[in-house]
């Protein structure tokens, strides 16, 4: 049995052989002359089917001619309405305003590019021309000419007839023949004459001969030979026509009359075709093409097959080195993996992810680092826990409040020291009940107060021991957006409390003493005999009920000003605000000697609040406003509408005594008066304590709104302020009645006496 186990012999390796040698290299062998040879012949038959015989391309030319004339044919008509309708054009030539005229003529021929145009008046007699005139050496320029009779020229005629609205031809100028495009000039329906624009022969000719094989000629009707664009002038009588070829050319529809011209050594193929110009045959136009085209064409042909075939070729061959560098890419993954898994940790690929392969070496890198990686991370992270410990506890320690940290549970992890000097011990933070406050549900997240950290709720108060603590919860989260635990931050706001409390006895004892004598004053202003007695008890009780007011302004303003205002929200329709408003002080503005007006410059616009706040707020502008304005002013209640998307702008406008410079930075300041003065230097004074302003501005701004005052010494105040739009749609919403408008002074169309501001 041993002696047959020895004679065995062990299988033999495998042999490896990459795959650049197994099957890149054979195929670009083989692919390569392949991919060469039929590259050319499949060349060098696509260039022979499309051979291009002289008739071929001559057609093509008269194709081309056809097209180009329709073009320049289109911008004559163009540019001669251009000039008809241009401004003043009409009216200089009725006037027969030759100066100003002639500036309008040069200016639009330099800008259109024009050789000439001319202006005739109704009988056909020229009123201005303009003619380019080129100097060597010399800007162009434009030479004048008046007073032409050109009555007796067909296109002209046709103009004048009225038998057609654009009418070409060719006419001769100073410096030859030019071909013309004409069209009417009218001013008010009424025509004034004839405007005709033109390009001079030569110019027209190198429009339509467009390549650089052929050369053209131009004919006239009777088969003179007009213009060419052949630069051999001796050779020119080899170019005439016999008549029954100019016939049969001119006469063709559609088709193209060809044949052989010698012209001095050179032998061309001549086409013919007629030249029509915007529906007039004006002429005959040939197309000359060197008999040596097809050559030309020919060895084009052969040249595209080698370089297609060579084009091939280099793109085989760039195919193989790129296929060759990326099976050395996968070698070199593949050498990696191997060295790896024999032990070697150091081996990287050193590959960028530009690609697949890329990607998959630099994984492989990855991979790699992050074992190696993993045990320095385990022998560290003890240490980096046990550190940040102490150090969290010692930030703990620093802070200027209680900190209490719990995990989901509910059990304390940690406590700072004055955290335990207001809770006395964790027995007595359990029974307090602050720790039912880790249980506040996770739609309650509130602003970000730092990374990781959310406020649950808003703080509260907790009457521990005789002592009042705010408490603030918030949840703590992972890096994956998890909670993992809470935090409560506690604050000892004792005295703070006992401030607002003696602020509300306060405001109690000043309101029962405001109300004490009220009864005897209205009794003694009632049953009085004495007139002046009687006024100044009325006087006594306005000025008592505006001091009652305020008193009730403080006590709501001293409390919880935001609360109140986001827990009464609701849609409200921004008429239905403004009118409530308006009825509200209609009969106080009367009172006062002043006129009250609405406008409202858009409809439709909700807001979402406090209906009975906002009223207050607005309230609070106009009575201002009506303080401040003499017997005899006005004011305006406006809806403005949306200035910005989703925001709503209202205003109150009055022609009083307006604000001082200084006075109007400090508005908005709590208990500032100003000294409101009229124009013969009084002082007004009324009563309040000057908050109306910044009772308005808390509102608003608890509303998410805005406001801003504009104000004038002498001519007016505008109150400017911006709430944010909602759906109508979110509760049922009272409608307007029909008879509030007829309970205000009506709108005006024009507040005459209002500062526009």
Request: negative net charge; charged residues 20%.
């Amino acid at each position: 049995m041993s002696q047959k186990t020895s004679n065995t012999k062990p299988k033999n390796k495998p042999r490896f052989i990459s795959l650049r040698w197994r099957f890149i290299l054979p195929l670009f062998i083989a692919l390569l002359p392949v991919a060469m040879v039929g590259a050319y012949v499949l060349a060098n038959n696509l260039g022979g089917g499309m051979a291009v015989s002289q008739d071929n391309i001559l057609l093509q030319n008269s194709r081309a001619i056809t097209s180009r004339t329709i073009e320049l044919y289109a911008t004559q008509v163009q540019e001669a309405q251009r000039v008809a309708f241009t401004e003043n054009v009409g009216l200089n030539v009725l006037d027969q305003q030759t100066a100003p005229l002639q500036d309008i003529l040069e200016s639009l021929a330099r800008l259109s590019d024009l050789d000439s145009i001319v202006v005739t008046d109704l009988v056909g007699r020229e009123v201005l021309g303009v003619l380019r005139v080129e100097t060597p050496g010399l800007a162009v320029d434009y030479a004048v000419s008046s007073a032409t009779d050109l009555s007796t020229q067909p296109l002209v005629q046709a103009i004048l007839s009225g038998s057609t609205e654009v009418a070409t031809g060719l006419m001769r100028a100073p410096l030859g023949l030019m071909l013309f495009t004409a069209v009417p000039l009218r001013s008010n329906d009424q025509q004034l004459g004839v405007v005709l624009v033109g390009n001079d022969l030569p110019s027209v000719l190198s429009e339509l001969k467009g390549s650089s094989l052929t050369d053209v000629a131009l004919y006239g009707e009777d088969g003179t030979l007009l213009q060419t664009t052949y630069p051999n002038l001796a050779a020119l009588p080899s170019l005439e026509l016999a008549p029954e070829l100019f016939g049969q050319a001119l006469g063709a529809v559609g088709q193209v009359v060809t044949q052989n011209v010698q012209i001095g050594e050179q032998r061309y193929r001549a086409s013919y075709q007629p030249l029509i110009y915007g529906g007039t045959t004006i002429g005959l136009v040939a197309a000359l093409l060197p008999d040596d085209t097809t050559f030309a064409t020919e060895i084009g042909r052969q040249i595209t097959a080698l370089f297609a075939s060579a084009l091939t070729g280099a793109a085989i061959i760039v195919a193989f080195i790129g296929v060759a560098r990326i099976s050395g890419r996968i070698e070199r993954v593949a050498t990696v993996a191997k060295d790896l898994a024999a032990g070697n940790a150091i081996a990287r690929t050193e590959m960028l992810a530009t690609d697949e392969i890329g990607a998959m070496g630099q994984a492989l890198d990855q991979y790699a680092e992050y074992a190696q990686q993993q045990q320095d991370t385990l022998r560290s992270a003890l240490r980096r826990q046990r550190r940040e410990t102490a150090h969290l506890v010692s930030v703990l320690e620093t802070m200027g409040d209680g900190v209490v940290v719990q995990d989901l549970d509910g059990r304390v992890l940690l406590m700072n020291e004055l955290a335990r000097t207001l809770l006395g011990s964790q027995r007595v933070f359990r029974s307090s009940g602050l720790h039912e406050l880790s249980a506040v549900a996770a739609h309650m997240l509130g602003t970000q107060l730092a990374p990781g950290l959310y406020a649950l709720g808003d703080p509260e108060r907790v009457n521990l021991d005789g002592k009042m603590l705010s408490a603030q919860a918030a949840a703590i989260l992972s890096a994956t957006n998890q909670r993992v635990g809470t935090v409560i931050v506690l604050r000892d706001i004792s005295s703070e409390v006992r401030r607002e409390r003696a602020n509300q006895n306060l405001l109690d004892k000043l309101e029962q003493e405001v109300q004490l004598p009220l009864a005897d004053l209205a009794r003694m202003g009632m049953i009085g005999d004495f007139e002046p007695v009687r006024m100044f008890a009325r006087q006594m009780i306005k000025h008592a009920l505006t001091l009652q007011k305020t008193i009730v302004e403080m006590r709501e303003l001293t409390g919880d000003e935001r609360q109140p205002t986001l827990g009464k929200q609701r849609a409200i329709s921004m008429e239905t605000l403004l009118w409530a408003c308006a009825n509200e002080w209609r009969q106080v503005a009367q009172a006062s000697g002043l006129t009250l007006h609405i406008i409202i410059e858009q409809k439709g616009l909700f807001i979402l609040g406090d209906e009975k706040r906002l009223r207050w707020a607005i309230g609070n502008i106009l009575d201002n406003a009506i303080k401040y304005t003499l017997p005899g002013g006005a004011l305006t209640l406006e809806i403005k509408g949306e200035e910005h998307p989703g925001i709503a702008i209202m205003r109150v406008r009055d022609n009083g005594v307006g604000i001082s410079p200084q006075d109007l930075p400090n508005v908005f300041t709590r208990f500032y008066r100003g000294t409101p003065t009229v124009s013969d230097g009084t002082v007004i004074r009324v009563p309040g304590m000057g908050q109306g302003l910044s009772t308005a501005k808390t509102i608003l701004e608890a509303h998410g709104g805005s406001i801003k005052v504009k104000s004038t010494q002498g001519v007016g105040t505008a109150v400017y302020f911006a709430l944010p739009i909602t759906s109508a749609e979110m509760m049922q919403l009272p409608t307007l009645h029909e008879d509030y408008e007829g309970e205000t002074v009506g709108i005006p169309v024009r507040v005459e006496r209002g500062n526009r501001r």
